[in-house]
């Protein structure tokens, strides 16, 4: 693990760290680089970071919570629920199902704001957005497909996802995530941003090239999406998945659900190999046999990854502070050494090649 943290930092990444609990429930925690440009201090190794997109696997979680409850059914329409939300430009609430949303297979493309300049950055870093503004501009692109009918990363649909876990319960849908898993697995490390730009103590400051190429600062600002806002560490990250692959959030049914996959698109199994999506989770396959489960995540300088066997007896979490660049080449280099670290603690001595244990079915 660490020749492989050594490895992400000499691409030319500020600062990395990375827990495996293994299957015996050690934890061996290594961290490279450094937290600030600025001082040099050290990468804290129980450091806070953004999970960005990670917070899917909550959302979905919630979700199928609901559905095991009868509460929700994967076939509702999104007009069931949304009623008069999802429509214009073809796109049509009354054909996109709950599964199609969790599973990006609806055709509803994303027209989220983003910093393509650092002059964007520092003029719109506190920009805030309603969830109801960000769906509206998204109705006003036409859909990618039909329902059903191809795979484009939304992360509207997962908006609307939440959406809906508030119209089903009657409460905020982090509310429902903190009541139905933050709590439960003592997640204490764990907490939603929603509006606010900071970050809590200690953490590494987040930087992001742009036009110049040269790193700034950008842990300070508010995230745009706020579905993306779920601050945690490494440690609280792994005991949520190891959770959720070892039964204790989703019943047989739903979890079988969560992990029937298809194929993502062309474009990103180009950055991710081999890489199948289920309903809120990645499932990838394992140099060493058998496959592992996990969903990336990266916003505001911070890009996490991790990795879970199907068993979720071994977990790891790896969370870097900066991002290599902005270019196709770019995302590979950098996800491809974050694959070498993740693939290589879960391949390694006591793991999924020594011990593969249960499988579960697939799509």
Request: charged residues 20%; neutral net charge.
């Amino acid at each position: 693990m660490r020749r492989h943290a050594d490895a992400i930092h000499a691409l030319g990444i500020t600062g990395v760290q990375a827990r495996l609990i293994d299957g015996d429930g050690r934890h061996h925690v290594v961290t490279s680089g450094v937290a600030d440009l600025r001082t040099g201090r050290p990468v804290p190794p129980d450091g806070f970071f953004r999970i960005a997109s990670t917070g899917k696997a909550f959302s979905s979680t919630v979700t199928l919570q609901l559905v095991g409850e009868g509460r929700l059914r994967l076939e509702d329409t999104v007009e069931r629920w949304l009623p008069g939300v999802v429509r214009g430009h073809g796109n049509d609430g009354r054909r996109i199902t709950v599964r199609q949303l969790l599973q990006h297979t609806s055709g509803i493309r994303d027209d989220i704001p983003d910093y393509t300049t650092e002059a964007d950055f520092q003029r719109h870093r506190y920009d805030v957005y309603t969830p109801d503004q960000l769906v509206a501009r998204a109705m006003a692109q036409e859909p990618a497909f039909k329902p059903g009918k191809g795979w484009n990363y939304s992360n509207t649909g997962y908006i609307l996802v939440d959406m809906i876990i508030e119209r089903v319960t009657g409460r905020h849908w982090y509310d429902e995530v903190e009541r139905r898993i933050v709590r439960p697995l003592g997640l204490t490390q764990t907490s939603w941003a929603g509006y606010s730009p900071a970050m809590p103590e200690p953490h590494a400051r987040g930087y992001q090239p742009f036009e110049a190429g040269t790193l700034v600062d950008t842990t300070e600002q508010v995230i745009t999406d706020t579905g993306s806002a779920i601050i945690s560490t490494t440690r609280d990250v792994n005991t949520f998945f190891r959770a959720l692959f070892g039964g204790r959030l989703l019943r047989p049914a739903q979890l079988a659900a969560m992990t029937r996959t298809v194929p993502v698109d062309a474009e990103l199994a180009k950055i991710i190999p081999g890489a199948r999506y289920g309903l809120g989770i990645y499932r990838r396959p394992l140099p060493c046999g058998g496959a592992y489960w996990s969903h990336p995540g990266g916003w505001g300088g911070y890009i996490t990854d991790n990795g879970v066997t199907a068993d979720g007896r071994r977990s790891v979490v790896l969370s870097v502070s900066s991002i290599l660049g902005n270019t196709p080449d770019h995302y590979v280099r950098q996800q491809g050494a974050a694959d070498a670290l993740i693939e290589g603690a879960l391949c390694g001595p006591g793991g999924a090649d020594a011990s593969p244990g249960p499988r579960l079915t697939v799509g």
